[in-house]
């Protein structure tokens, strides 16, 4: 990418609610199609059209910009929503987590991690060991932000999910999201499904294990969603590791491999 970058990102709320939110990095000649296809995306939600809709775009110094590999991408099959947590579950405690700190966090988005019982805009922060919630605001959690693909990178994610039959816009935010999330130091791992009722699939991503989806997390229909992310320690610099999700530039420029989906088997 040529010249400077931009942040641009976008949040939408409906009745004074989180709607809807997204975030890419830019040149400036590809804000104004990003900008539109934000508005576009705010407006023609599942959940809703927006009421109120904010765009912020700020330029980010090119010289902070680090770059980076996305994760590799598994998928298990499973049977419905109960197998989904539990391999989900498996997987986290092979990663470092708690069962503690797992349950806690599978019960608190399930039933909706804000204190009203409705999901969160962000994420939660949990201590890996004790299960403890640490991020300061437990309605609006931490957003990831400022993080990317870069051009090439998207096309080849494209063209590898569209040869799983697995490529949208979920699943790429979400890869890159997650992306960023593993270099965050201090970070373990991320529990994720989606707030959006006809979507029921999350993921796990831990370094080890690689981005590792699940078809089903949540029952179909359920709104409520959520992300935690689990830190290995309750000691580190909780402000330092806020500012690094939200405002650390990333790109990725390299994609990782992308497996076909198998059945999941409780020996993985
Ligand atoms: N930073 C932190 N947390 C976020 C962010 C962000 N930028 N965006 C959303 N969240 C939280 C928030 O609590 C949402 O309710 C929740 O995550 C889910 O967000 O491989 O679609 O955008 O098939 O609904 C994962 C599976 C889909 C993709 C995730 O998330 C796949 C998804 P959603
Ligand atoms: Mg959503």
């Known amino acids: 990418m040529k010249g400077p970058l931009f942040s641009i990102r976008m949040q939408a709320s409906l009745h004074g609610r989180h709607l809807s939110g997204a975030e890419h990095l830019s040149t400036a000649e590809d804000l104004e199609r990003l900008?539109?296809?934000?508005?576009?995306?705010?407006?023609?939600?599942m959940r809703g059209r927006a009421e109120k809709i904010q765009l912020t775009i700020e330029e980010v110094a090119t010289g902070q910009i680090d770059y980076g590999a996305l994760p590799d991408l598994h998928t298990y099959l499973v049977d419905d929503y109960h197998q989904g947590r539990r391999a989900a579950a498996a997987i986290l405690l092979k990663s470092g987590v708690s069962s503690l700190a797992i349950d806690?966090?599978?019960?608190?988005?399930?039933?909706?991690?804000?204190?009203d019982g409705r999901s969160m805009r962000g994420a939660m922060l949990i201590d890996a060991k004790n299960g403890n919630r640490l991020e300061p605001d437990q309605a609006r959690g931490v957003r990831v932000s400022r993080m990317d693909l870069t051009e090439q990178a998207q096309q080849e994610l494209i063209l590898g999910l569209q040869a799983?039959?697995?490529?949208?816009?979920?699943?790429?935010?979400?890869?890159t999201l997650a992306a960023k999330v593993l270099t965050t130091p201090g970070i373990v791992a991320e529990l994720c499904w989606s707030d959006d009722p006809g979507y029921t699939a999350g993921y796990v991503?831990?370094?080890?294990?690689?981005?590792v989806r699940f078809p089903h997390l949540k029952p179909i229909g359920d709104e409520r969603g959520g992300r935690a992310f689990f830190l290995?320690?309750?000691?580190?610099?909780l402000s330092e590791l806020i500012d690094?999700?939200?405002?650390?530039?990333?790109?990725f420029d390299r994609i990782g491999q992308l497996y076909r989906a198998q059945p999941w088997g409780e020996e993985l």
């Open 205 to 211: 991503a831990s370094a080890q294990q690689g981005y």
């Open 244 to 251: 690094y999700l939200q405002t650390k530039p990333m790109l």
């Open 104 to 115: 806690g966090a599978m019960a608190a988005m399930a039933s909706g991690a804000a204190p």
């Open 35 to 45: 900008a539109a296809g934000m508005v576009k995306r705010a407006l023609g939600h």
């Open 232 to 237: 290995a320690s309750g000691e580190q610099d």
């Open 164 to 175: 799983l039959g697995l490529d949208n816009a979920h699943v790429r935010e979400a890869l």
